[in-house]
């Protein structure tokens, strides 16, 4: 029912900054609660932050204070603010959207903090 592509991702160095993009189809993406999460080489996806329907926000304790999620209902899109970024945010960051029993994730960015 929808179609998620992410954006944003690349390289900076420690205590850089990137934006995220999730652009999502379709004509009800008010409805979804969306979420991003994250997978190191050899670790287990993670959830990062999530942002419900009406803009009800959590957030993973290793990212609380640098991270920002964020929705713009009318751009279908979702963002992720990530600030004072450290080696061990690097990461393929994927976008979710939820609703009912339904999950639907993009493609995935690669975010990679290093020197």
């Known amino acids: 029912q929808v179609q998620l592509v992410e954006s944003g991702g690349g390289l900076v160095q420690p205590g850089g900054s990137l934006r995220l993009s999730c652009a999502a189809s379709g004509s009800i993406f008010y409805i979804y609660n969306m979420a991003w999460y994250r997978q190191a080489p050899g670790k287990q996806r993670e959830l990062v932050a999530s942002?419900?329907?009406?803009?009800?926000?959590n957030y993973a304790d290793s990212v609380k204070g640098r991270f920002t999620i964020s929705r713009d209902n009318a751009k279908n899109t979702v963002y992720l603010q990530m600030n004072s970024l450290k080696p061990e945010d690097t990461a393929a960051y994927y976008c979710?959207?939820?609703?009912?029993?339904?999950?639907?994730w993009g493609q995935g960015t690669q975010g990679t903090v290093s020197s």
């Open positions: 942002i419900t329907n009406i803009r009800s926000t």
């Open positions: 979710k959207a939820h609703w009912r029993v339904g999950d639907y």
